[in-house]
């Protein structure tokens, strides 16, 4: 039986499109303050923009440095998918679907090895790499 001990919700940042990274100037950075979590480089995470009178924008972006010193997260954000929400619960849902189909992928995988022996003979399925 496959059980699922937990599933990382992505770490949540604010993005100023106005603040370039001094590392890379085609990232955004961000104070860690700002970030719901400390990210790890490499993690996909979630990019906002909020906004008082209007719909958030939201996003993905990939961390491409964490400086602890200074306290600043370099990221790189899919800027062409970064699109403002209709609603606030919208953003909420979005990353529920995400989460659910992950959980769904990973619980859909094989449930048998990928070889086994019956009665001595070695079997393995077809397009398998051994």
Do not use: C
Request: glycine letters at 4%; aromatic letters at 10%; a negative charge.
């Amino acid at each position: 039986m496959f059980t699922l001990d937990f599933v990382k919700v992505p770490a949540k940042v604010v993005v100023d499109p106005n603040s370039v990274s001094f590392m890379n100037p085609d990232w955004s950075v961000a104070l860690l303050e700002e970030a719901s979590q400390v990210p790890v480089v490499g993690e996909r995470i979630v990019a906002y923009q909020p906004e008082v009178d209007a719909p958030d924008w939201l996003g993905y972006a990939r961390v491409e440095a964490v400086d602890q010193v200074h306290g600043l997260v370099h990221f790189n954000v899919d800027w062409d998918n970064f699109a403002e929400e209709s609603t606030p619960v919208s953003a909420a849902a979005r990353l529920v679907n995400a989460s659910t189909a992950l959980v769904s992928e990973l619980l859909s995988g094989p449930r048998f090895p990928e070889s086994f022996a019956v009665s001595g003979r070695r079997f393995v399925p077809s397009g398998a790499v051994v």
